[in-house]
């Protein structure tokens, strides 16, 4: 029950956030609607357009998600 989650955060100039979680491979996704992400990426794109920019990297151990936003708004 429960994890580590790690979270990095920089601005040069633009902000990066990095999120990763540890994966149980032997438990069951959680139930949802498995649209958390395309929710973010789509908002993303409405206030930054293509400046912005996600990256999600499922490994077996792990998950991870990078976001940059850049420093001035589109």
């Given amino acids: ?5 790690d979270l990095r955060v920089s601005r040069e100039p633009d902000l990066t956030i990095c999120i990763t979680n540890p994966l149980d491979p032997e438990s069951a996704a959680p139930p949802g609607t498995n649209r958390g992400l395309a929710i973010v990426e789509e908002r993303l794109e409405a206030f930054y357009g ?23 708004p589109a």
């Fill in 50 to 72: 293509k400046q912005a920019r996600m990256v999600v990297d499922r490994r077996s151990d792990g998950f991870q998600v990078s976001l940059r936003i850049p420093g001035d």
């Fill in 1 to 5: 029950d429960g994890g580590t989650i």
